[in-house]
Antibody, heavy 122, light 104 residues
Framework: EVQLLESGGNLVQPGGSLRLSCAASGFIFGDYVMNWVRQAPGKGLEWVST????????YYVNSVKGRFSISRDNSKNTLYLQMNSLRADDTAVYYC???????????????WGQGTLVTVSS | SYELTQPPSVSVSPGQTAHITCSGR??????ACWYQQKPGQSPVLVIYQHSKRPSGIPERFSGSGSGDTATLTISGTQPMDEAVYYCQAWDSRAFGGGTKLTVL
């Protein structure tokens, strides 16, 4: 059974930093693209970042470029999102989502975690 | 950037067929997938590559695509199908704005 367990969400002040983790199990982690998707309170889904199966390719939505960094440790079956210079509009539930393919051009996400809440407020 | 447009809401009576559309330039050529999100829950993939159902998704869920439009069809809609549905194109990471399906 595929499981994705996010952690690291918290209340942080504007300008602060946070690191999210996603522990994966039930599949060969190193074979698949992984993603972060967020959802602001009462809003729709917003793709944040994607990383290739080997970490060699990374992609970001424009609003987080230069502030967020996605990475993965295939030996630990774990995905990360380092978030710096956080702003109020980064407040959201952050979901870890497994890609359905090893190809970054295929964007379907076939399994999602339960999400972790990041609140940016003073 | 590639944009996908969905109607904000769709209503359907129990047992009837619901159609939820998603519009984007040449979306029919790109394949679409659909996610279901119930209140307080994580999204679930219900349709991929326009019309394929993941394991465990009921047969009443189907999809199609042509031209600039992809359509999610729910036949014999049940109250448990009430949720927000999001579309996504095969090669675009952006999501549509979501359609709230009300079963009443």
């Amino acid at each position: 059974e595929v499981q994705l367990l996010e952690s690291g969400g918290n209340l942080v002040q504007p300008g602060g930093s946070l690191r999210l983790s996603c522990a994966a199990s039930g599949f060969i982690f190193g074979d698949y693209v992984m993603n972060w998707v967020r959802q602001a309170p009462g809003k729709g889904l917003e793709w944040v970042s994607t990383i290739g199966y080997d970490g060699g390719a990374t992609y970001y939505v424009n609003s987080v470029k230069g502030r967020f960094s996605i990475s993965r440790d295939n030996s630990k079956n774990t995905l990360y999102l380092q978030m710096n210079s956080l702003r109020a509009d980064d407040t959201a539930v952050y979901y870890c989502a497994k890609g359905s393919s090893s190809m970054t051009t295929v964007t379907t996400m076939d399994y999602w975690g339960q999400g972790t809440l990041v609140t940016v407020s003073s | 950037s590639y944009e996908l447009t969905q109607p904000p809401s769709v209503s359907v009576s129990p047992g009837q067929t619901a159609h939820i559309t998603c519009s984007g330039r040449r979306l029919g050529d790109k394949y679409a997938c659909w996610y279901q999100q119930k209140p307080g829950q994580s999204p679930v993939l219900v349709i991929y590559q326009h019309s394929k159902r993941p394991s465990g998704i009921p047969e009443r869920f189907s999809g199609s695509g042509s031209g600039d439009t992809a359509t999610l069809t729910i036949s014999g809609t049940q109250p448990m199908d009430e949720a927000v549905y999001y579309c996504q194109a095969w090669d675009s990471r952006a999501f549509g704005g979501g359609t709230k399906l009300t079963v009443l």
